[in-house]
């Protein structure tokens, strides 16, 4: 529940702060997209592509594109894969709780095929 002067911070921390927000009404949201699924991918850029509201400034296949776009265009919003490539491990997880550290002020959405309860909790206890 949002606190008593009406704040509603506590439920949504996720969210941009003011100042990460796109410097005026017009400018779009600079968004990452990274899934090792073509198909994934290739349907995230053409919904993201048709969205005005959205620039997007990279589509990465694999956690080291990821990590190179991240810091080539800082996103405000990143939508990632949980598992990449190149150690088909948790690559998109770990290069996700890392932004949380650096850049709390970024959105993050993750995507999963895998329903892991133990992914859920790394990303919450994550912030």
Not at 17 to 43: C, M, N, Q, T, W
Not at 54 to 81: F, K, Q, Y
């Amino acid at each position: 529940m949002g606190d008593l002067d009406g704040s509603v911070s506590a439920i949504t921390p996720d969210l941009p702060s003011v100042e990460k927000l796109p410097p005026h009404p017009g400018a779009p949201i600079r968004v990452i997209a990274a899934d090792d699924s073509y198909v994934v991918r290739e349907f995230l850029s053409a919904t993201l592509q048709a969205t005005p509201q959205v620039e997007l400034v990279a589509v990465c296949s694999n956690g080291n594109e990821l990590e190179a776009a991240i810091e080539t265009h800082p996103p405000d919003v990143l939508i990632t894969d949980i598992r990449m490539p190149p150690s088909g491990g948790e690559e998109g997880l770990r290069v996700a709780a890392r932004l949380r550290e650096t850049d709390p002020d970024v959105g993050v959405v993750v995507l999963s095929q895998y329903a892991e309860p133990a992914y859920a909790i790394a990303l919450l206890e994550s912030g």
